[in-house]
């Protein structure tokens, strides 16, 4: 397939950050077809925060590392161009001042108990907290339902709301937008995986 085809594809983004105490924050980024195939997949390698960054990116520190430095590097990967782009994590919404497609954070909560990686800046929102900032994201959020499922986007792009539904309305119908999070987590935690063996590796040999 050439590189036009791909990028005339109708596909949707899926993004999510595991973190890990031994390796940091790494971003996965699945894009999917209409039969919920994976057309491309994409991962960071592990990155995590100085001292010296948390202190001077503050309150801003969770944008500049979900949104920035691991959503939009990820983004950079892809060949295609997505109709949106998911994300279970609230700060990677950063992403949206970045480029031109909608970005949406799902509410994963609803299926899926207990705590898990990087929850910390995908925490859920309350009914009474769509207009209210949110952890890891200090801008007010927009919230509406796609199909069964509860989403949101930034309130300085409302506009991305008419849009969503519009290019998304029917896949949201008969896919389930939270299922993806799951394959993207499962194979980031691989990548990690793989990349501390091979740092243990590389310490034994030395």
């Known amino acids: 397939?050439?590189?036009s085809e791909l990028k005339s594809l109708p596909v949707i983004g899926f993004l999510s950050i595991v973190q890990s105490a031994d390796t940091g924050y790494c971003g996965g980024y699945l894009l999917l077809g209409g039969s919920a195939r994976p057309v491309e997949f994409h991962c960071t390698a592990p990155v995590r925060?100085?001292?010296a960054q948390q202190i001077l990116?503050?309150?801003?520190?969770w944008e500049f590392l979900y949104g920035e430095l691991i959503a939009k590097t990820l983004y950079d990967k892809?060949?295609?161009e997505p109709l949106a782009m998911c994300t279970d994590q609230v700060a990677a919404l950063a992403l949206r001042e970045l480029i031109?497609?909608?970005?949406?954070?799902v509410?994963?909560?609803e299926a899926e108990t207990g705590s898990r990686s990087g929850d910390h800046a995908g925490a859920s929102l309350a009914a009474d907290d769509a207009d209210s900032p949110t952890p890891g994201f200090r801008a007010p959020l927009s919230r509406f339902s796609l199909g069964r499922f509860s989403v949101a986007v930034p309130n300085a792009y409302e506009s991305d709301r008419q849009r969503i539904v519009e290019r998304m309305g029917a896949w949201a119908e008969r896919f389930d937008l939270v299922e993806p999070?799951?394959?993207v987590r499962a194979a980031v935690d691989e990548v990690r995986q793989t990349f501390a063996t091979s740092r243990v590796e590389q310490r034994?040999?030395?």
């Open 107 to 109: 509410d994963t909560s």
């Open 181 to 183: 999070f799951t394959r």
């Open 204 to 206: 034994d040999a030395a």
């Open 78 to 80: 892809a060949k295609v």
């Open 49 to 51: 925060p100085s001292r």
């Open 1 to 3: 397939m050439t590189a």
């Open 57 to 61: 990116y503050g309150p801003t520190l």
């Open 100 to 105: 031109a497609a909608p970005v949406m954070w």
